[in-house]
């Protein structure tokens, strides 16, 4: 493992000034009206505590709820509040990202400060990210949880005693609660925490204090998707209960089964490509790669991996890696059209 840089108030002023930024940039061009698709979808489901599509989204509806109605009280509509809300989660993604490398990277201030800022200003920029910063979609809150994951990951060792180590990996387990709440693909994020925490330290599993908090700690998070069933009747989600004819069309049924459908994907799945149409994809693949980083860009990214090698970084390498690995298969045989958003935690 590296060993940490400490934080300093130039750093956090960087940081949340470089954070205002970003958000300030992206309100300049969020759009204040209704918007179709899934985000006008969310913006009506948000609004009424209600469901929107699998997986539900509970962490993004409870509190893009609770967001919507308090602007409400000052006469901003819900729509715009809720497209704004995005923007603030990817300005909060990008000073996270600037905190963690400034923690993360090694020497100097003035250069590691620098490439911080340079790693989230490509996050900023990116056309992908910065498409969904602009309406009310999941995808920058599900980048700020993945960092939150890699800063709680990387602030683990940090814990000098066996009860301060306990205290750090629960509050990884319940930062990664919380992802698994947002985006069922962090579920592809655990073989690499699992590895990671492994070259960290081999017997960091008999640490029995870390069991009982981390377990706990995990699981609350978890109790969110509660808002499923508990959400999903007539008068909050009146869109899954249609009237046909003299009859209802009930598009969600209050069981176990439809539950586990629901919380899975599996109600909406498109399914998986074959081997052939999934090689067909490598080149829509690397067109994406090109066109979102530039050979520049491409070029940084291997310096990073070999400054990363150099360093002889195994743990951060081992978890970075193997979710980029697990999460770029996943991509090339995953069926569904808007396949290029589901980059956005690979770019980071």
């Keep these: 493992m590296g060993k940490s840089q400490p934080l300093t108030a130039a750093d956090r002023q960087i940081a949340f000034v470089l954070g205002a930024i970003v958000a300030g940039l992206y309100f300049r061009a969020v759009p204040l009206d209704l918007l179709p698709g899934d985000a006008g979808e969310f913006q009506f489901a948000a609004w009424n505590f209600g469901l929107a599509h699998a997986t539900?989204?509970?962490?993004?509806?409870?509190?893009?709820?609770?967001?919507?109605?308090?602007?409400?009280?000052?006469g901003v509509s819900p729509a715009a509040s809720l497209n704004l809300l995005s923007a603030i989660y990817g300005g909060a993604a990008a000073a996270l990202l600037f905190l963690l490398l400034a923690r993360a990277l090694p020497g100097d201030p003035v250069p590691r400060r620098l490439a911080a800022a340079l790693a989230a200003t490509y996050l900023a920029a990116n056309p992908t990210f910065r498409s969904q910063a602009l309406q009310?979609?999941?995808?920058?809150?599900?980048?700020?949880?993945?960092?939150?994951?890699?800063?709680?990951?990387?602030?683990?060792?940090?814990?000098?005693?066996?009860?301060?180590?306990?205290?750090?990996f629960a509050g990884l387990a319940f930062i990664y609660g919380l992802a698994l709440t947002h985006h069922a693909t962090a579920l592809l994020l655990a073989p690499a925490l699992l590895l990671y925490l492994f070259l960290w330290k081999r017997d960091w599993w008999r640490n029995g204090r870390a069991w009982a908090l981390g377990i706990p700690a995990g699981l609350a998070p978890l109790l969110l998707y509660l808002y499923v069933p508990l959400r999903s009747g007539p008068d909050a989600s009146p869109w899954y209960h249609q009237r046909l004819g003299d009859g209802v069309l009930t598009l969600y049924t209050n069981t176990w089964p439809a539950f586990v459908d629901f919380v899975t994907g599996r109600s909406i799945s498109v399914g998986f490509h074959g081997a052939a149409t999934a090689l067909d994809g490598v080149s829509t693949m690397l067109l994406l790669w090109l066109r979102h980083f530039e050979w520049t860009g491409l070029l940084l990214i291997g310096i990073g991996l070999f400054v990363l090698v150099r360093l002889r970084n195994w743990p951060v390498l081992a978890m970075t890696g193997v979710y980029f690995v697990l999460l770029q298969i996943f991509n090339l045989f995953y069926a569904i059209g808007d396949i290029f958003v589901y980059y956005i935690p690979l770019y980071l």
Excluded: C, S
């Design 56 to 74: 539900g989204y509970p962490l993004y509806m409870i509190v893009g709820g609770l967001w919507q109605h308090l602007w409400a009280v000052i």
């Design 136 to 168: 009310a979609e999941v995808y920058t809150l599900q980048a700020l949880l993945l960092v939150a994951v890699f800063w709680a990951a990387w602030r683990l060792p940090e814990g000098e005693t066996p009860r301060a180590e306990a205290t750090r």
